[in-house]
């Protein structure tokens, strides 16, 4: 049978997909940001939407309470609806406080007139303080309105109201006045167990298919242990009518939303915004935006205990002095030639990856470079000794890392699994040929030509650009790239440790 809304609204359901979704909010002003249409748009924002906002009501209140509301002419409201459907193509409309009997009506005309596609209701009487934000002249006109909604989203509060029941305590009796909400509307309902005692926090979705049939979806949660649920209920239906305009489906709407609200009440004691019942975080899901150089200064922390590290090794505290045996550097020289064979192949990945033609021709020419340093190595030190070329185990392991870091397909995370080889390379060269320097350069150091070479300035301008290359990468890649960056930087600065050590173990 057809639902009391399909008279009066189009049946077909939104164009799904549409990238960025209008979405105007009808609805009261919060000064404390957390509520209303301050919670209103930036929940519209958080899921993708475009938002637009129409005053009902102003208030005077903070995350402790409501102190006052203040009513505009419903005249001046229906100005500023006819003022954003004259210009602007509306997809979706979120309803929320409305304050008198004259306001619901100037909504309930405007929304007979422009008909919009999407229109979620919530209908707000009562706030989480217990202030009663409707006047109780108003209800009977707010009912009359509700039949003109796609989607109701009351509070258990104020679903028992709306019935004219009592207050439920069970998620049972809270289906029941859902139900008896969606038979007398024909609207969706969406039954809320955020204030229902437990663990547990369902939501629910009653007459999804809207024809009165007793469907009812229901998407289980937990319950999410804070006390700043200021602005829960705008918030939702807020988001809620900015993913029905993209996807044209309630039930993927509400899975799409609900976690995205408990990820915003995990992470809302962050923000420290009032000394009551504070905000929830709409924009807990995104990144804050990184200055330059603030990633590579992450980097740099992580590698310390790294570079300690090989300072200590017994490998490098020899090479410094002159005391490294010879069997120990030419199996260190050899497993560097056949690392470097493999890194110019992961090199020329990364080559192939990036975003810039700069950045091409950057690890184009390092992978070039790197066959060219082996070769030399093979052609001169190595070229005159008996050493055993075999893959040892902790080089194998540094390719086999890098090898999978360029299969990730991210730029980003093979850039930084890629970087310790510079940096951390120079550093430790650095520090070498500091020591070498300090003692003099003596001539009789077996290892002093190849010290020396620690001096090239141009390896040392190549590491600063692999450096800033990975930090501009950190700063356009997503969150889960950068903590995957962090954790290949992580392992390739271990690896480096390892290496510098295998000699003492394997040779």
């Known amino acids: ?16 997909g549409r990238p960025v979704p209008r979405v105007l909010s009808i609805a009261g002003s919060d000064p404390s940001g957390g509520a209303g249409i301050q919670a209103d748009l930036k929940s519209i924002a958080a899921l993708g939407g475009y938002g637009m906002a129409a005053i009902t009501a102003l208030t005077a209140q903070n995350t402790r309470g409501v102190r006052s509301v203040h009513v505009p002419p419903a005249t001046f409201l229906s100005e500023q609806l006819d003022a954003v459907s004259d210009d602007i193509g509306i997809d979706a409309v979120k309803i929320g406080m409305l304050g008198s009997a004259e306001v619901i009506e100037a909504v309930a005309a405007w929304l007979r007139k422009v008909r919009p596609a999407v229109v979620v209701l919530d209908p707000v009487m009562v706030a989480t303080s217990g202030d009663r934000l409707l006047q109780e002249s108003a209800e009977a006109a707010l009912r009359a309105l509700l039949p003109l909604a796609h989607l109701i989203t009351p509070n258990l509060v104020e ?54 049939s007793d469907e009812v979806v229901v998407v289980p949660g937990e319950r999410v242990a804070t006390r700043n649920s200021h602005g829960t209920g705008c918030s939702l239906s807020s988001a809620m009518a900015a993913a029905q305009a993209r996807l044209g489906d309630w039930e993927l709407s509400l899975r799409e939303v609900k976690p995205w609200l408990a990820g915003a009440l ?19 899901h ?26 200590a090794l017994d490998f490098i505290r020899n090479l410094a002095s002159g005391s490294l045996g010879e069997k120990e550097f030419a199996y260190y020289f050899a497993q560097d030639a056949i690392y470097l064979n493999g890194y110019s192949r992961v090199l020329a990945r990364a080559s192939a990856l990036a975003p810039t033609e700069a950045e091409q021709l950057f690890w184009t020419a390092s992978a070039r470079q790197c066959l060219e340093v082996e070769s030399e190595l093979h052609r001169t030190w190595l070229g005159t000794r008996t050493v055993q070329p075999g893959l040892g185990p902790v080089t194998k392991s540094y390719v086999d890392h890098l090898t999978a870091a360029s299969a990730s397909g991210s730029y980003a995370v093979l850039a930084a699994a890629v970087l310790p080889c510079f940096w951390l390379y ?19 150091h077996p290892y002093a030509d190849w010290l020396r070479t620690y001096a090239d300035q141009d390896f040392a301008a190549a ?21 995957g960056m962090v954790t290949a930087f992580r392992q390739s600065c271990r690896l480096e440790v390892d290496f510098f050590d295998a000699p003492r173990l394997y040779s």
């Open 426 to 444: 120079a550093e430790v060269g650095a520090t070498l040929h500091a020591r070498f320097v300090a003692a003099g350069e003596p001539s009789a």
């Open 159 to 212: 679903l028992a109201m709306l019935v004219g029941g009592e207050l439920q305590d069970t998620w049972t009796g809270a289906l029941e006045q859902g139900r008896a909400l969606a038979a007398a509307t024909g609207a969706t309902v969406l039954v809320k167990g955020g204030h229902l005692v437990g663990g547990e926090c369902p939501d629910a979705l009653v007459n999804t298919a809207g024809l009165l």
């Open 266 to 284: 995990e992470a809302s004691g962050s923000l420290e915004v009032g000394k009551g019942n504070g905000p929830v975080h709409h924009f807990h």
């Open 463 to 483: 590491t600063r650009r692999a450096i800033a290359i990975v930090d501009e990468a950190a700063r356009v890649a997503s969150a889960a790239d950068r903590a």
């Open 286 to 311: 995104q990144q804050p935006l990184l200055s330059e150089g603030s990633f590579a200064a992450i980097l740099w922390r992580e590698a310390q205990q790294d570079l300690d590290d090989i300072h």
């Open 1 to 16: 049978m057809p639902t009391a809304t399909s008279a009066i609204f189009p049946a077909a359901p939104p164009r799904p």
